[in-house]
């Protein structure tokens, strides 16, 4: 007998379809195989990852919301906490370290007034550090909102990547 999903308050019948189609891709008995698509549906719908919101995730998944809760700090995609507008993060592992990466971090530092993990006072930014993005080739690497990677980020790119996402409304 396959749990019946509880009813829900946060996540809208949309995202609830499109978990239902990523959970079908597994075994009825192994719903939670989707936590990280799941997880991923409910940040894009509410920006970032409430506690009651990983709970709902885990009743819909029927699973314990440690195990959720486990999965979305583990990653850095995951948002525990409001995120401006735009999130850049930079991956600083050793070899993108060793290609500028530091150096590249700094300067988003300088140019948008705050360090990692926080976010600027108009709420347009905010800056992370990353793991591996597996693009060690193009270091230094960044992903804006999780969904788009830039690569070869020196100074002057950075420069029109930031004026780029502040014209963009």
Sequence with gaps: ??????PTQLLSPDALRRIDRETAKFPAAQRQSAVMAALTIAQTEHGWLSKDLMQEV?????MPAIAVYEVATFYTMYNLAPVGRHKITVCTNL???LSGANSAAAHLQKTLGIAFNET????EFTLKEGECM???GDAPVLLVNNHRMCS???NDKLDVLVDELKASK
Excluded: E, R
């Excluded at 600027?120 to 709420?123: L, P, Y």
């Design 58 to 62: 885990a009743d819909y998944l029927g």
């Design 120 to 123: 600027t006072a108009d709420g």
């Design 152 to 154: 070869f980020m020196a």
């Design 1 to 6: 007998m396959s749990a019946v999903p509880q």
């Design 134 to 136: 597996g693009a060690c």
């Design 95 to 97: 070899p993108c370290a």
